[in-house]
C-alpha cells in the first residue's frame, strides 16, 4: 500500500461520523481493532494505535495488507 493510499484510508475510517470500529490487518496476518477514533496517529506512513490498556501497536504502509469494517467487510486491500 501507498503512503499516500495508506494515510487517506486510515484517516476516512478515522473521522467517520459516528466512528465505526475497524480493522488493520497486517501482511504478517496480525490485527489491530481499531476501537475508537483518537487511540491511533499516522504520519509519514506509520501508524501508532494505542490500545486501552494501555499496549502500542506500530506498523508502516508497506506492512498492511487491508483496512476493513469489524463487521468483515473489506475496504482496502
Known sequence: MTTDHFQ???RAFQRRTPF?????????G???????????????GVGVFVSAAGAPSI??????????ESSGKSAAA
Open 8 to 10: 487517506t484510508t486510515m
Open 20 to 28: 465505526k470500529p475497524y480493522v488493520v490487518e497486517l501482511v504478517s
Open 30 to 44: 496480525d490485527r489491530v481493532q481499531v476501537d475508537h477514533p483518537e487511540a491511533l496517529v499516522i504520519r509519514g
Open 59 to 68: 506498523f508502516d504502509h508497506e506492512g498492511v495488507r487491508q483496512i476493513f
